[in-house]
C-alpha cells in the first residue's frame, strides 16, 4: 500500500477507535451518575427513618414531636424505593420496602388526632440496609468513574498519539522536500562562506596544480599563480625549503606552521598555514591548503612580549632580560683579557623618601634615576631595573677592575646631583657594587656578588662604589645568619641597655644620660651595635626594637624617680628613620610615656645629621609633634657628615651633639700644626657661637682625654659625653652616682639651660 492510502486507512481507524473510546466514558460516566443519584436516595430514606424515629422516642418519653418533620419524613418514605434500593439484592430490597412501610405506618400513628404515640419500633434494621444500599452505590459509582476517566485519558492519548504520527508524517514530508533543496543550494552556500572568508583556501590536484582558489586568495597569489610552487615562492626564501615539505606531509593535517609571505604587491603578513589530505574525497580530489592571517596576532604577542620585559615606570628592561643580557655580553668574551661587569644600583634613604614625600615622588625619583644611568652608560652596557629601588648594568669589554669600579664611580658622581621632585631638590645617592669576570662560565654567579658588594656599600654608609672580594661573602653570610637571629631574637632575654651619663664640661655633673642597645645573642654572643644596628635598619627589626627600648627606657625613669633621683633628669633616646616613618610613632612613645606616668619632657630623641637633613614631610611633622608635646630633639654625631649647621634651621631641634670623629679629626689638626691641643679650637667655638644663636645647648660625645676636656671647656662647650666621664653602664651602676650627684645639687636639666 503507497503512502497516502495508507495515511486514509489510519485516520479511519484513528477516528472510529477514538469515537468508540469517547462513547464509552460517555456510558461510564451516565452510570457513575445514577449510582450517586441511587447513594443519595439511600441517605435520604435513611433520614428520613432516622426523623420518625427520634419523633418516636420523644413521643415514649410524653413529649410532642415535631409535626411537619414527621409529616415531611412519612410522606418521603411513601415514594418509590427503588432507585434507592437499587444496590440492595431483590430479598434486601423487599426487606427494605417492608420496614419501610411500617415505619411509615408508625409516622402517620404519631400524627393521629389525640394518640397517645405508637408503642416502640425497632428501626435497627432499616438503617442497617439503607447504609449498605449507599456504601454499594457509591462503589459502583466510584468504579464507573475510574472507567470514565481511563476512557477519556485513552482517548486523549489516541488524540496526541494520531496528532504526533500526522506531525512525524507532515515533517518528514517536509524534511524530504527541504533535503532535496538544501543540496542543490549548499555548494552555492559554501562557495559564497568561503569567498566571504578572510582566510585563504587554495586546492591543490595530485599534480600540483591549482584547481580551486577562494576569492580571498587572489590579492596574496596574483592572477599568474597556476602551480603549488607558485604559493611556496610567496614565502621568505629560507622558509619555502619548510613551506615546500608542509604540503607534500601526509599528515600535514595535524599541525599547522606559520610563514611570512608576501604577495606581489609587496605586502606582508604572517600566515599560519594548514595542509588537509581529502584527495579520498571526489568532490575535493586533492590538498586544501588553508592560510589564516595571523598578522595582528604576531604583533600582539610581540608587544605583549615586550611590555614583560619592560619596566614601566623608568622604561629600562626589567630583570627578566638580565640572563639575557649576561649570556650576550658573556659571548662577547674572546680570551682576549676582555673582561665584562655586573653593576647592582641601590638608592640610599628611597623608603625615607617614599614615606615622607608619598609614593608619587619616589616613583619621579626613579624615573629620574633610570634616565640618568640610560644617559650615562655608552652602547655596550644594558641598563635595567631590577625592581624597587635597584637597578643593574651590564658592561662588556672592561679592560680592568679598575676600569669597572671607575664606571661605578662616575655613576656614583651623576646619581649624586640633586634631583628635582615637584618643588624640591633630593639627592640621588645611591649603594653601588661591582662584580668583575673574563671567565664565560662564571656570569651565573655576577648578580649574587654584585648583590654581596652593595649590602656591603650599604653597610659602609652608602653613597659608595665596593668591588666584590672573596672575604665579602663571609662578611655577606655573617650579615644574613646575624639578621635571621636579630629577626628571632627574644628581646627581654637577648636585649639590654647601658646608660652613659652626660656631664657639665666644668665640674662633671649629670645633667642627663644615653640609653645605648647592648645585644647578647645565644648563637653569636655579644654582638657591636655598628654591626647589629644597620641589619635591624635594614630588615626592619629596628622599628620592633625601638618600641621595646621606649618601653623599658620609661620603666628604668620611672624606677628613677621612684628613688628620689633629680625629676628633671633627661634620658636621651636614638630613633632611625624606619620609625620616623611609622604613621603612629608620635602616639607611641607619648603613650608608653603616659603609660609610666613619665613626662615627656624626660626624654630626649636623637636623630644623626645626615638623617635630620633628610627628614622632610611627615617625618619632619613628627618630629615638630615631638618638640611640641616636650620632649627634646637632639642632632647626634653632627660633624661626620654634612657639617653645615646653616642646614639645620630647616630641622626642629634643641641639642645637637658634636661626633668623635669631629673631635679627633680636630685635635688632631692642632698638633701637626704644633698648637696647644688643650687650648680654645677655632672651629669649635664657630659650632658654639652659631648654637648660641639657635638657642641650642651643644654636647660633644667620645671625650677620653683630660686635655679634650679642657679644650671643649675653653672653647665654650659646656656638656660632655665620653669614656673621660663615665662609660656606658646597666642601670644598677649608673643609679648610685645618680643618686649620689642629685644628694650633692640638684642639676638643671640639659633643656633648661639652653
Not at 254 to 271: H, I, K, Q
Not at 459 to 473: I, K
Amino acid at each position: 500500500m503507497d503512502r497516502p492510502r495508507w495515511n486514509i486507512a489510519w485516520g479511519v481507524v484513528f477516528v472510529v477507535s477514538v469515537v468508540g473510546v469517547v462513547t464509552a466514558a460517555g456510558w461510564a460516566a451516565a452510570e457513575a451518575l445514577e449510582e450517586r443519584r441511587s447513594a443519595a436516595a439511600a441517605r435520604d430514606l435513611q433520614m428520613a427513618s432516622m426523623t420518625i424515629e427520634t419523633a418516636d422516642a420523644v413521643a415514649l418519653l410524653g413529649g410532642q414531636p415535631h409535626v411537619d418533620e414527621v409529616a415531611s419524613a412519612v410522606e418521603h418514605l411513601a415514594t418509590d424505593h427503588e432507585l434507592a434500593l437499587h444496590a440492595l439484592s431483590p430479598q434486601q430490597a423487599a426487606r427494605a420496602d417492608e420496614l419501610i412501610d411500617q415505619i411509615a405506618d408508625c409516622g402517620r400513628a404519631l400524627l393521629g388526632p389525640g394518640a397517645d404515640g405508637p408503642a416502640a419500633h425497632d428501626h435497627r434494621e432499616l438503617h442497617d440496609l439503607l447504609e449498605l444500599a449507599s456504601r454499594r452505590a457509591a462503589a459502583n459509582a466510584a468504579v464507573a468513574e475510574r472507567q470514565a476517566v481511563t476512557a477519556v485519558a485513552a482517548a486523549a492519548i489516541a488524540v496526541v498519539l494520531g496528532a504526533w504520527v500526522l506531525g512525524r508524517t507532515r515533517r518528514r514530508q517536509r524534511y524530504e522536500r527541504s533535503r532535496a533543496e538544501a543540496s542543490l543550494l549548499a555548494g552555492r552556500r559554501m562557495a559564497a562562506l568561503i569567498d566571504d572568508s578572510p582566510d585563504i583556501f587554495v586546492v591543490l590536484d595530485a599534480a600540483d596544480r591549482i584547481t580551486f582558489r577562494s576569492m580571498s586568495a587572489d590579492g596574496l597569489l596574483g592572477p599568474d599563480a597556476v602551480f603549488g610552487d607558485d604559493l611556496v615562492e610567496l614565502a621568505d626564501p629560507g622558509d619555502q625549503q619548510a613551506f615546500r615539505a608542509l604540503l607534500g606531509r601526509s599528515d600535514a593535517d595535524e599541525r599547522s606552521e606559520v610563514f611570512r609571505l608576501a604577495g606581489p604587491t609587496g605586502a606582508t603578513g604572517w600566515f599560519e598555514v594548514r595542509v588537509s589530505d581529502l584527495s579520498h574525497d571526489p568532490l575535493v580530489d586533492g590538498h586544501v591548503v588553508t592560510a589564516r592571517d595571523i598578522s595582528d596576532e604576531v604583533h600582539l604577542r610581540d608587544e605583549l612580549e615586550r611590555l614583560a620585559n619592560t619596566d614601566v615606570l623608568t622604561g629600562l628592561p626589567n630583570r627578566r632580560i638580565l640572563p639575557t643580557a649576561l649570556d650576550g655580553a658573556a659571548l662577547a668574551l674572546r680570551g682576549d683579557g676582555t673582561m665584562m661587569a655586573l653593576l647592582t644600583i641601590d638608592i640610599d634613604g628611597f623608603k625615607v623618601i617614599n614615606d615622607t614625600l608619598g609614593h608619587l615622588a619616589g616613583d619621579q625619583l626613579l624615573a629620574r634615576v633610570g634616565d640618568r644611568l640610560r644617559d650615562t652608560v655608552g652602547p655596550d652596557a644594558v641598563v635595567l631595573r631590577l625592581g624597587g629601588d635597584e637597578f643593574a648594568v651590564v658592561i662588556s669589554g672592561i679592560a680592568s677592575e679598575s676600569a669597572a669600579l671607575a664606571c661605578g664611580e662616575r655613576l656614583l658622581q651623576v646619581l649624586a646631583e640633586p634631583i628635582r621632585l615637584d618643588d624640591r631638590l633630593e639627592p640621588g645617592n645611591a649603594s653601588i657594587g661591582v662584580a668583575v669576570t673574563a671567565d664565560p662560565d662564571h656570569v651565573g654567579l655576577l648578580l649574587g656578588e654584585a648583590d654581596v658588594a652593595m649590602y656591603a656599600a650599604k653597610r659602609q654608609g652608602g653613597s659608595t662604589v665596593v668591588l666584590f672580594e672573596t672575604e665579602l661573602s663571609t662578611t655577606a653570610s655573617r650579615a644574613t645568619h646575624l639578621t635571621r637571629a636579630l629577626r628571632a631574637a627574644d628581646l627581654d632575654r637577648e636585649m639590654s641597655i647601658v646608660y652613659q651619663p652626660i656631664v657639665t664640661a666644668l665640674g662633671s655633673e649629670v645633667v642627663g644620660v644615653e640609653a645605648l642597645l647592648r645585644w647578647t645573642s645565644p648563637e653569636f654572643g655579644g654582638v657591636g651595635p655598628d654591626e647589629f644596628i644597620p641589619l635591624a635598619e635594614t630588615s626592619g627589626e629596628i622599628c620592633r626594637i625601638g618600641t621595646w627600648v621606649l618601653g623599658e627606657v620609661c620603666r628604668q625613669i620611672a624606677a628613677w624617680t621612684e628613688m628620689g633621683i633629680d625629676p628633671d633628669l633627661t634620658v636621651s633616646v636614638n630613633v632611625s628613620p624606619r620609625q620616623l616613618a611609622e604613621e603612629d610613632y608620635v602616639r607611641q612613645v607619648l603613650a608608653t610615656a603616659e603609660a609610666w606616668s613619665i613626662p615627656p619632657s624626660r626624654l630626649a630623641v636623637e636623630i644623626t645629621e645626615s638623617v635630620a637633613l633628610e627628614q622632610t614631610g611627615l617625618a619632619r611633622t613628627r618630629l615638630e609633634q615631638l618638640r611640641r608635646a616636650g620632649i627634646q630633639i637632639s642632632i647626634d654625631d653632627f660633624g661626620a657628615g654634612y657639617s653645615n649647621l646653616g642646614q639645620l634651621l630647616r630641622v626642629p631641634f634643641d641639642v645637637i651633639k658634636i661626633d668623635r670623629s669631629l673631635l679627633l679629626t680636630l685635635t688632631a689638626m692642632r698638633e701637626q700644626g704644633g698648637n696647644d691641643p688643650s687650648g680654645p679650637c677655632a672651629i669649635m667655638e664657630a659650632i658654639v657661637s652659631i648654637a648660641s644663636i639657635l638657642d641650642a645647648p651643644v654636647i660633644c660625645e667620645g671625650v677620653e682625654t683630660e686635655q679634650q676636656r679642657r679644650s671643649l671647656q675653653a672653647s665654650g662647650i659646656r656638656y660632655v659625653q665620653g669614656y673621660l666621664t663615665g662609660r656606658p653602664a646597666p642601670a644598677d651602676v649608673v643609679t648610685p652616682r645618680l643618686v649620689a650627684a642629685g644628694a650633692a645639687r640638684p642639676v638643671p636639666a640639659l633643656v633648661l639651660e639652653r
